[in-house]
């Protein structure tokens, strides 16, 4: 998958699971019964230390499915990133622009999706390549900040995540997000080895996305 295919299939589904756990199992389980339910984006953090292993797996897993678009989460340096890369990962997401980590995805045509709160923030991802910003955390914010950038910067793309729930989606949407990154409740339930009602959350999740764009 390219680049521009990538980030068409991000804007398309509309809603990205934010996978963690706490070990390779429990990582690789979340992931599949999120896309069980539908939710076939998965961004793997390497806040789990078996996180290059779980998206090598997840790739190779799901590699007759298209829709199934596995990236990694939590992100901070290039060399992460490269590792990523390596392991299978199609998108690249920090939680913070990381100039190098820029660099390093446009040489292997990897979208790079960094997390940003100001304007300034914003428009320097944005030179440095970057066609879809995260906004990070949502809940410092709510829906009414995307007005407030797209005013001066309307040709931006935005994905949200933190502070995004079932009963805010579609407000989140209203306002102008390309993608919502969701996670709390699917990690929680993972956690608890609650994996059916990740399915249903996820599917819910997706149900309500598609309502909402």
């Not at 678009?69 to 392991?87: H, K, Q, S, W």
């Not at 690249?92 to 999706?113: H, M, Q, W």
């Not at 102008?176 to 990690?187: F, K, M, R």
């Amino acid at each position: 998958m390219k680049k521009s295919e990538t980030i068409m299939e991000l804007k398309k589904q509309g809603v990205v699971a934010v996978v963690r756990g706490h070990s390779l199992s429990e990582g690789i389980e979340i992931s599949k019964a999120c896309i069980k339910g539908g939710l076939k984006a998965i961004e793997m953090a390497y806040t789990n230390t078996s996180a290059s292993e779980i998206i090598k797996q997840l790739c190779e897993i799901y590699k007759e499915d298209q829709e199934v678009c596995i990236g990694a989460g939590t992100v901070l340096d290039a060399p992460t990133a490269r590792m990523a890369i390596l392991a299978g990962a199609k998108y690249i997401v920090s939680p913070s622009f990381d100039k190098e980590t820029a660099i390093l995805c446009n040489r292997y045509g990897i979208p790079y999706i960094p997390g940003c709160m100001t304007i300034k923030e914003i428009v320097t991802a944005m030179e440095a390549g970057s066609e879809i910003i995260k906004l990070f955390p949502g809940s410092a914010f709510g829906p009414g900040y995307i007005g407030a950038i797209r005013s001066p910067l309307p040709q931006v793309s935005l994905m949200v995540t933190g502070g995004v729930n079932l009963d805010n989606v579609q407000d989140w949407f209203k306002a102008g997000v390309d993608a919502i990154g969701v996670g709390g409740e699917l990690n929680k339930l993972g956690a608890q080895g609650k994996f059916d009602e990740v399915t249903e959350i996820a599917s819910q999740y997706v149900s309500r996305t598609r309502e909402a764009k």
